[in-house]
């Protein structure tokens, strides 16, 4: 069983709590007990457990994953868009998809575990799947 999400971001780099869309579909679909496959339909934004307190630690993470991505001497390569190569290589490197555990309906996440949508090429439309198996 699964479902859609749609997230429409702001800004070209943002990061999105979608912890309580999750838990929501989770109610929905009735799940009690399995796991839940959350999966992210895009090439230059990623998934991600993260803390999420308030007060810029989005910056924080956005800032330290800018910094992995050097320019290579020559520039990208990408055909389509070099200038967004480092959002692929981002996406790849923090991943597209996410399984977690669901009890009693809803997710099993640490003391400061949140759902974190990265975007690395925005603003966009963003789609992700969230599919349950109990």
Known sequence: MSEKIFIETEKKRQVEDITDRVNAILAKLGAENGACLVFLLHTTAALATADLDPGGTDEDYLSA??????????????????????????????GTSLVLPVENGKLVLGTWQRIALFEFDGPRKREIIVSVSF
């Open 65 to 94: 994953l800018a910094n992995l991505i050097p320019e290579p001497a020559g520039g990208f390569r990408h055909p389509h868009n070099p200038a967004h190569m480092p959002d692929h290589i981002l996406s790849s490197l923090v």
